[in-house]
């Protein structure tokens, strides 16, 4: 959050140009408040180390991309090593609702693998599991989109003006949302209410995550 609040990424990069050296290390985050991910993971670690966090910077190559060669990092907590992409959680962040975007929190490897291949030169931890993610720490997380319309309903009670969850099997679209919203509002005793709100739904299907934002 700290990074994303006063940095973004440099577009010219990000549009296939070279950018400057400062995108690629701390000074591009804290003095031109501008860098690539090479320079966001370098925070990152920084932050960290600072913190007395054990982490590390990996490095790989994303599908579907020209160039496709990124840096994120990777954490150890609880004994055991998890990735942080700051970079991608950074562009989500941007225009997504009030609870921010943690789509590369804490995540496995399987989760990164959707995305991702590790450069195969260098050695780095396993990782496996997503109990400390920012879905299943906080409990945002179900097992199938059969709990979704109970899920909802229980998350509506709180009246909150936001809504995210990640479902384990995947199966998530527009109108299973849509329907499981519905369902949800239909028994609560502030439907009449909730009814006149203008409601967005933002679906991540590759990651089975589902946001619904209540205006």
Not at 14 to 31: A, M, P, R, T
Not at 69 to 76: K, Q, S, T, Y
Not at 111 to 132: A, H
Request: glycine residues 8%.
């Amino acid at each position: 959050n700290l990074i994303s609040s006063i940095c973004t990424y440099d577009p010219e990069v990000s549009s296939g140009g070279d950018g400057v050296n400062e995108d690629y290390n701390i000074i591009g985050v804290f003095k031109g408040k501008m860098a690539v991910c090479y320079g966001f993971s370098q925070v990152f670690k920084l932050l960290c180390d600072y913190g007395g966090i054990s982490c590390l910077i990996a490095t790989g190559r994303c599908y579907g991309m020209t160039n496709g060669l990124h840096a994120w990092n990777m954490v150890e907590y609880d004994g055991d090593f998890y990735h942080i992409d700051a970079t991608w959680d950074l562009s989500k962040d941007k225009n997504k609702g009030l609870l921010g975007a943690y789509t590369y929190f804490m995540v496995d490897d399987d989760w990164m693998k959707k995305s991702r291949e590790l450069n195969i030169y260098d050695v780095f931890p396993k990782s496996c599991g997503l109990q400390y993610t920012f879905f299943g720490y906080n409990g945002y997380m179900i097992t199938n989109y059969h709990q979704l319309s109970d899920y909802i309903y229980q998350r509506l009670k709180e009246y909150p003006k936001e809504i995210i969850v990640y479902i384990e099997d995947h199966q998530l679209s527009y109108d299973i949302l849509n329907t499981a919203y519905l369902n949800a509002i239909n028994r609560l005793d502030i439907k009449d209410k909730l009814i006149k709100e203008k409601v967005y739904y933002d679906i991540d299907v590759k990651y089975g995550i589902a946001r619904i934002i209540i205006e």
